[in-house]
């Protein structure tokens, strides 16, 4: 009878012992992995949407008869009213730094020669641009003494007549040509139907000439 008891016993604590043991091992390998194991968190970032909005890069500009668009960076220099009608900006407060934009409006320079034309026509009250700026004209032009009351020689580009610079080759100026004249397009106001005369120069004193702000100015405007 005893016997049996002391194999109960020894049951009995073997099942304590392993009881221990099995607490033992379980609390340890919670403590493990709740403190010891580094935490992992990976957070996605929020995606940043970045909206352009073109207008806030130019200046919208009311010259009375007609509305242009030039950079924000750009200032209003003057507007003369002497030989001719002129309305000049700037990108920067020295002529010589940076650009320079002349719009030239019903009293303009028909003589003015040029480095460069860009062709042109009138649609109604805005521009229409026949492609881009031409080659320097000495590149296409034959060597001639101007004619009377000119200043370039008479030069030729996609079958529009303009005046090529000869004499200043150092300058990059690009003028307006079209069918309707030399340095003469027509632009019809919408208001009183009447029909100005417009002429565009671009001047760009850089080694590499960047003609895209010429481009959007033309573009943009409008007649009222």
């Known amino acids: 009878m005893s016997e049996k008891k002391d194999r109960r016993r020894q049951t009995i604590a073997w099942l304590s012992t392993f009881f221990v043991l099995a607490l033992i091992v379980g609390t340890g390998y919670w403590i493990l992995t709740k403190y010891l194991r580094p935490d992992t968190y990976v ?28 950079p924000v960076s750009w200032k209003f ?4 009213q002497g030989t001719y009608n002129a309305f000049t900006w700037q990108s920067s407060d020295r002529v010589t730094d940076g650009q320079q934009i002349v719009v030239y409006e019903n009293t303009i320079p028909i003589n003015y020669a040029v480095n460069r034309v860009l062709i042109v026509a009138g649609d109604n009250d805005r521009l229409s ?14 060597a001639s003494s101007a ?12 079958g529009i007549s303009f005046l090529c610079d000869q004499d200043n080759t150092q300058r990059d100026v690009v003028g307006t040509s079209s069918a309707d004249g030399i340095n003469t397009v027509y632009l019809k106001s919408q208001s009183d139907h009447q029909t100005h005369a417009f002429f565009f120069t671009f001047t760009d004193y850089s080694i590499n000439p960047d003609y895209s702000v010429f481009y959007n100015a033309l ?4 007649m009222h």
């Open 129 to 142: 641009l026949d492609g881009a700026a031409s080659d320097n004209c000495l590149d296409f032009t034959k």
């Open 77 to 80: 220099i003057s507007h003369s």
């Open 43 to 70: 957070k996605q970032a929020a995606a940043i949407t970045t909206v352009v909005n073109y207008q806030n890069l130019t200046r919208h500009y009311d010259e009375g008869d007609y509305t242009i668009d030039l």
């Open 219 to 222: 573009d943009s405007l409008r």
């Open 147 to 158: 004619g009377q009351y000119q200043l370039g020689a008479p030069a030729r580009w996609q």
